[in-house]
C-alpha cells in the first residue's frame, strides 16, 4: 500500500488517492453478525485490498491513464499482481450534472 501511495500521487491529476485492505473477522469482531442462528463474516469478499482516486473530471481521468507513471505502475503492479480489477467511476459533487462530468 505504500508503494501505491508512493507512485500514484506522483501523477498531477489525482487530487486524493485512498487505499486499504480487508480486515478479516479474527482481527475484526465488531463485524461479526447472526444470520438465522449462524455467526457469518460480515466482511468476507473477494477483494483482498482497494485503491481510489479522486479527479477533478473524466478528461483528467484520461489524462492520468496516459501519464508513463500510471502506465508502468498498470504493467508491473497490477498486471503482474492482480486477478480481478474493477473500476467505478463516481460523480461526488451532489448538485452537479453527470453530463458535465
Not at 486499504?20 to 468476507?44: C, M, P, W
Not at 502506465?71 to 474493477?86: E, G, M, R, W, Y
Amino acid at each position: 500500500m505504500v508503494e501505491i501511495r508512493i507512485r500514484l500521487l506522483k501523477i498531477p491529476e489525482v487530487l486524493n488517492l485512498r487505499c486499504g485492505k480487508n480486515i478479516d473477522s479474527t482481527n475484526n469482531s465488531f463485524d461479526l453478525k447472526l444470520r438465522q442462528g449462524k455467526r457469518v463474516d460480515a466482511t468476507s469478499s473477494s477483494y483482498d485490498m482497494f485503491f481510489s482516486m479522486d479527479y477533478e473530471n473524466m478528461h483528467k481521468l484520461h489524462i492520468a491513464h496516459d501519464n508513463a507513471i500510471w502506465i508502468k505502475f498498470k504493467q508491473q503492479t497490477l498486471d503482474a499482481h492482480v486477478d480481478l480489477l474493477t473500476t467505478f467511476h463516481f460523480e461526488m459533487e451532489p448538485g452537479k450534472d453527470v453530463r458535465y462530468s
